[in-house]
Structures are given as structure tokens and as C-alpha cells.
């Protein structure tokens, strides 16, 4: 297939807005409830899916099986989580679906497309911020944009403009050792949400941050989403964090790891920091952690 064809393709793939079902989402909806197929969270064609994907690793001799067949996906501007414990095979995933690794079993597929094992098909925001130390911030996301075909030029006046934006303006020309860690994670946010990828990949952005820092970027991010909606799966151990950011949960759990369940957050947007007093997010909250505490008892 030339290029062309292959763009042509996928932009009538993206045309399914008109509620036809697109490939894989038969495959998708066995694992998906009915609430979410009726349009309550949107309805609308599946821009990510895994679908049924395992994973086995070998660790000290003996096989490591980490993921079992799981399925979920993301729709055009929707924010996903997925929440689970530590250990459970999120990054593994997240390293499926960038095409680091090939999964055992399963398929990863782009609005439709069979993508298992091709690289540099998402937008990656790591637990890390994973800057270059001699590049500046501007530099920093100016280069990650020239990588995936922008034009140098254009590169570098998005940067400028962008860090304009949010605020940091002042910060384009230093380097990221002269940043705060909250500082670093809004470059490294940027530069995921500049890369031209439909969907952004969060894991555990804001896990080594401390506590208030994590809650002042959780605002900042929603405030970006909210303005942009891009499409983004985020990967995260916090239950409250999941909650507040996210339309859906797939809550992750046992070993090997399965999709325990998906659940829609009936919390209206914008979402407020404060949502965690109302009395959905309470019972939310307890649901998911009885639901975890039961794939630990399986463990036993
Ligand atoms: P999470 O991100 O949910 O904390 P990971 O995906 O990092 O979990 O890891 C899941 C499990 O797979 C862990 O037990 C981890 O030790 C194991 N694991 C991850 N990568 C490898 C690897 N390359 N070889 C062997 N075991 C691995
Ligand atoms: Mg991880």
C-alpha cells in the first residue's frame, strides 16, 4: 500500500462518526457494557483498542504470565484510565501499544487498523520526564516535533507559542535542570499533546511528584484536556486520580492481570478538584476498591 492510499484509508476509517460499528468493534463490545455501547459515554468508533491481548515473561527461568486477553479501547476524545496495582502489567501494556514490544496473543489496531508491533504510531508521556539535559525546554519539544515531520521552522514557532500558553514562556530558553519536577512533567505533557497523534499515552504521569504538586497537576491537566480533548489513556495506581480525570475505567487486577471491569464515570464536566466530596465519586471510589480487593484475595 503507498502512503497515500494508506492516509486515505485511515481517514475513512475515522469516518465513523455516523454510528456504523467499526472493525473490531464486535470484538470490543463482548467485554463492554451496555451503558457505554448506547452512546452514554459517546458513543462512536474505537480510535485504540487491544483487543484480547496476553502477555508471558520469563523471570528467573520460570514463565511470568502478566496480561490475559485484555481488551479495551479509547474513542475519539475520550479520556480512559486504566487503574490497577503496582506490578500488574500496565506499563507492559502501554509498551504493547506502543509497539515496543509484540504481544504473545491479541492485536492492537489505530481506528481500525491492525498496528501489533509498530512503533511510533501514539503520543508517550512517561512516568519520567525523560527531557534531554543539553537541549532547553523550547528545544526539548521542538526536536520531539521535527522527529515525528514537522517542519523545523514551524517546530520550533509551536513550541514558542505553546509554552506562551500554559504559562511558561519564560522558561523556553533554560534547561531542564534549572526546572521544578511539576515544571518538567508540563513540558513533557506538552510535547506528548504537540507530537500529531491521535491518541496520547499517560503512564503514571505524576506518581513521583509529592502530594500537592500531584493535585496541582491534576487540575492543570484537566484544564489542558478539557480545552483540547485529545484522545488520552492514562495509566495510574491512584483510584481518586482515575475518578476525577477520566469518561471510563478499566480496572486492571490479578495475576495474570484481566480487565476486572469497566466502569463510566457519571460525573459531569468540567470536572472541579473538589468533586471528590460528592457522594458518586464516594461510591465510585469504594466500588473500585472492593473490586481490587477481591482480585487480591484471588491471589491467596
Ligand atoms: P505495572 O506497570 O502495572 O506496575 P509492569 O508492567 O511494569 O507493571 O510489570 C508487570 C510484571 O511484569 C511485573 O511482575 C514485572 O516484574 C514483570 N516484567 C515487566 N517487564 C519484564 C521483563 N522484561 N522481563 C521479565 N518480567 C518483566
Ligand atoms: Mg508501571
Known amino acids: 500500500m503507498t502512503e497515500r492510499e494508506d492516509r486515505t484509508e485511515h481517514a475513512l476509517r475515522m469516518g465513523h462518526a455516523d454510528g456504523t460499528e467499526p472493525p473490531g468493534a464486535a470484538n470490543l463490545a463482548e467485554q463492554t457494557d451496555a451503558a457505554a455501547r448506547t452512546g452514554e459515554t459517546g458513543g462512536g468508533a474505537w480510535l485504540l483498542e487491544t483487543v484480547a491481548v496476553s502477555k508471558r515473561y520469563v ?10 486477553r485484555v481488551t479495551l479501547g479509547v474513542r475519539e476524545g475520550e479520556f480512559v484510565s486504566i487503574v490497577g496495582p503496582s506490578g500488574s502489567g ?6 504493547l501499544i506502543g ?26 508521556m512517561p512516568q519520567q520526564p525523560s527531557l534531554f539535559p543539553w537541549l532547553t525546554v523550547r528545544q526539548n519539544i521542538a526536536s520531539a516535533l521535527a522527529i515525528a515531520g514537522i517542519d523545523r521552522k514551524k517546530a520550533a514557532a509551536l513550541a514558542t507559542e505553546w509554552l506562551e500558553r500554559i504559562g511558561m514562556g519564560d522558561t523556553a530558553g533554560a534547561y531542564p535542570d534549572e526546572l521544578s519536577g511539576g515544571m518538567k512533567q508540563r513540558v513533557s505533557f506538552l510535547r506528548a499533546l504537540l507530537v500529531p497523534r491521535d491518541v496520547m499515552c499517560l503512564d503514571e504521569p505524576f506518581a513521583a511528584l509529592d502530594a500537592l504538586t500531584r493535585t496541582r497537576m491534576q487540575a492543570w491537566l484537566l484544564k489542558q484536556w478539557e480545552a483540547h480533548r485529545r484522545a488520552v489513556l492514562l495509566v495510574t495506581h491512584s483510584i481518586e486520580e482515575a475518578i476525577l480525570l477520566s469518561d471510563r475505567i478499566y480496572v486492571l487486577g490479578g495475576a495474570p492481570a484481566t480487565v476486572l471491569r469497566e466502569i463510566p464515570v457519571p460525573l459531569p464536566r468540567p470536572r472541579r478538584p473538589d468533586m471528590w466530596n460528592e457522594p458518586a465519586f464516594g461510591r465510585l471510589r469504594e466500588d473500585i476498591l472492593t473490586l481490587l480487593g477481591r482480585s487480591g484475595e484471588r491471589d491467596d
Open 90 to 95: 500496565k506499563s507492559t501494556l502501554f509498551r
Open 99 to 124: 509497539g515496543v514490544e509484540r504481544p504473545d496473543e491479541g492485536r492492537i489496531r489505530i481506528a481500525g487498523r491492525d498496528v501489533t508491533g509498530r512503533r511510533g504510531l501514539i503520543s508517550y
Open 59 to 68: 523471570r528467573d527461568g520460570r514463565p511470568l504470565h502478566v496480561l490475559d
